[in-house]
């Protein structure tokens, strides 16, 4: 199985910060990656896809980078709904594995 | 719009099996796979399997063959899991989500196995 190992755990964030969330897959995944958010309660909901792919209606401070092995996930400038949980999704070979997530919290 | 309406929480008791379903709504059901997901506070996000609706193919990550089963019914336009002999260790929020980009989720169903 392709592992996803996700960092950081956990982030705070002032509001109007950038910040950066990585995944690292075990082998070279060519792209095939996801990333997500979850609110607390709530369904994952698709921010970006193909590794750089923004989903639509999603805003334009987040954005996605990477190749190969290496990803991630940019919030460009924090606002108070970017709290919540993210983690990313490899769909490049059987079975699909997810990160193990990252906790994002406002400072 | 695109909408995944799945049942509601199910409490059983452990050797059992229980049948979730999820419903869809607003696209057209058999052009899109549809993927279950098992989320727990331990293990994260695991991928259960995914079936294609229109063909009835499925695949399953290797940890729950055995465990679940994947099935649709075309004419209501609703994909189901089932789960069997069910332990504690099945405790868990179940998802269903369309398609290989995961771009639409169930609200999730809460299932708890205990005696």
């Known amino acids: 199985d392709i592992q996803m190992t996700q960092s950081p755990a956990s982030l705070s964030a002032s509001l109007g910060e950038t910040i950066s969330i990585e995944c690292r897959a075990s082998?070279?995944?060519?792209?095939?990656l996801a990333w997500y958010q979850q609110k607390s309660g709530k369904s994952p909901q698709l921010l970006i896809y193909a590794a750089n792919r923004l989903q639509d209606g999603v805003p334009s401070r987040f954005s996605g980078s990477g190749s190969g092995t290496q990803y991630s996930l940019k919030i460009s400038g924090m606002q108070p709904e970017d709290e919540g949980d993210y983690f990313c999704?490899?769909?490049?070979?059987?079975?699909?594995?997810f990160g193990s997530g990252t906790k994002l919290e406002i400072k | 719009q695109v909408q995944l309406q799945q049942s509601g929480a199910e409490l059983v008791k452990p050797g059992t099996s229980v049948k979730l379903s999820c419903k869809a709504s607003g696209y057209t059901f058999t052009s899109n796979h549809m993927n279950w997901i098992k989320q727990t506070t331990g293990q994260g996000l695991e991928w259960i399997g995914i079936i294609n609706p229109g063909s009835g193919g499925t695949s399953y990550n290797v940890k729950f063959k055995g465990k679940a089963t994947l099935t649709v019914d075309k004419s209501s336009s609703t994909a189901f899991m089932q789960l069997s002999s069910l332990t504690p260790e099945d405790s868990a929020v179940y998802y269903c989500a369309r398609s290989r980009a995961f771009d639409y989720w169930g609200q999730g169903v809460m299932v708890t196995v205990s005696s």
């Open positions: 999704l490899q769909g490049s070979k059987f079975p699909l594995t």
């Open positions: 082998e070279d995944i060519y792209s095939n």
